[in-house]
């Protein structure tokens, strides 16, 4: 099946500091890649999507200038926090989809944010 | 976005007895899948069931489907140690809706007792 990896697995920072996290597809091309956020006990709430080539797209109140997105090749899409807050302390996990992402998505392992 | 909700939203049963989790959802979907989460890991995709289909069957799990009422079950028989974990259902939004991304729901936390 199709694998995709997220880097790092799980990241300590001082707040103020900057965190990017990769997320790759490592078998196939994806045209699509989704960037979610999972808080503790909680569901995964989508923060963007990404298209190669092209500007993400955010969802309602997901402040882009805070979560840099750039999807620079069909492989690869990363995900900058900027200024990290404890607030943005969290399990941030994306997914990756061969067409229009209404199907099966592949989802990386993960990666936990502690933000001091 | 809207999100589905599940119940229950915690579940407690003892190895080799089923496991019942429910599913419901709001817009018109395309179709609507199952993951399952173990603590602190990424999403494991369980199976995929389409808006024109009730009902599908992967080895130990048994989804159904029912659009008029918006919801979907997950059924797992004959349940392991090894299936404690968190499950979502996420639904795959229609075509008219302009919307691309999976919409989770609340989860299910099951525990199954050796």
Known sequence: GAVVSQHPSWVICKSGTSVKIECRSLDFQATTMFWYRQFPKQSLMLMATSNEGSKATYEQGVEKDKFLINHASLTLSTLTVTSAHPEDSSFYICSASLTSGRETQYFGPGTRLLVL | ?114
């Open chain 2, 1 to 114: 976005s809207q999100q589905g909700e599940e119940d229950p939203q915690a579940l407690s049963i003892q190895e080799g007895e089923n496991a019942t989790m429910n599913c419901s959802y709001k817009t018109s979907i395309n179709n609507l899948q199952w993951y399952r989460q173990n603590s602190g890991r990424g999403l494991v995709h369980l199976i995929l069931i389409r808006s024109n289909e009730r009902e599908k069957h992967s080895g130990r799990l048994r989804v159904t489907l029912d659009t008029s009422k918006k919801s979907s079950s997950l059924l797992i028989t004959a349940s392991r140690a090894a299936d404690t974990a968190s499950y979502f259902c996420a639904t795959g939004p229609g075509l008219d809706t302009g919307r691309r991304a999976l919409t989770f729901g609340s989860g299910t936390r099951l525990q199954v007792q050796p």
